[in-house]
């Protein structure tokens, strides 16, 4: 008993350090909590939804809609990558250096270290589905693969190792694509480039349609999500360039209410790409109108969701293996779900603590000083 009391405690004291140290993003911090949210709907459908699948079958098709909290973090790095290009300034070179290590700091440890226990056979790796549905294998090759973050051009290297590493891929792809068409010099022309980007990706997806032949091909295929990155930057331009004659409050209140409709209708809806987008475009609304109210302060800004979001990108790197690991002693069921959640949150505030948080900020100061200089 005084073990446990011991760990609450440690745990306590490192959930306050990461609150302590974590950015406070004023206007926009209930993006932190929409994070968080993004971050609890992946983990819901990969820990089997807390035994709420058997309630009925709209219950079962609710756990499922999880699968889209990766469209609303492509939605708020589309912000993100707006964010720090016009309003930080940052130069090309800086920025990619700066998402890269913001990823890299926390993905890399982890990959290594599953992708060697598993490489020597002391560890049965959490996405053994994925290894046998694309027929790849644990070797050198797609350690590089992932590493480099070139897994996107090959579905045996899309998803086998830490069962999320897809949608690093996506990010980066994007932070490239997107980073180099919004230099200073083209600021001008942001939303020409925009339709240019669009047009080019509409015929890059039509023309790669043709040759896909698995559904797995096709979820994995990183341009489809170009549209959610463009979202987030429409949000970006509502709420910073664009002034609009209207109570804030109200369309802030209307913009949850719309993204909580979202989440209750889509499970009728079974077409993967409309729902994402469906999503997508709940979560601009949320970030173009979102501000101090009611209802973003008791979804968003509560203690639950922000919490999980001030940790959600090493939340959702560790997430899977927890409920590996622990699915081995407990079935799949309310138990498995709460045990794995505790373990995965303490887990992550300790990792974040230092990855995302006290090595990230040193290394961030270095890349700032380099942009400016």
Known sequence: MWCVLRIMEWGIKLWLYVCMIAKNYNETNFITGLRGIAAFMVFFIHSGGGGIRNISGYFNDLVDIGKYGVSIFFVISGFTIFYQIFNANYKFVSFLSLRILRIGLAYYPILLSVFFLAYFDIYNLTSSYWLTETNSKIDLINLFMHLSFLGMFDIKFANNILGVEWSLYVEVFFYIIMGCFLTRKTKKYIWLCAVICMLFSGLFILF???????????VFFPFIYGPLFLLGGLAFHVKYNVKLNINKKKYSDASIMLFLACILITPFIKQYLLVSILFGVATFLVIAFGCDSKLINLLLNNKFFSSIGKISFSFYLIHCLIIQIVSAYIPFGYELFIVSF????????????????????????????????
């Not at 790669?208 to 096709?218: E, K, P």
């Not at 990230?360 to 270095?366: H, P």
Request: aromatic content about 20%; proline content about 0%.
């Open 342 to 373: 505790v373990m995965t949150m303490l887990f992550s505030t300790v990792y974040a603590s230092y990855f995302e948080y006290k090595l990230y900020i040193k290394l961030k100061d270095s890349i700032r000083r380099f942009n400016y200089a």
């Open 208 to 218: 790669r349609l043709m040759h896909i032949t698995s559904n797995l091909q096709f």
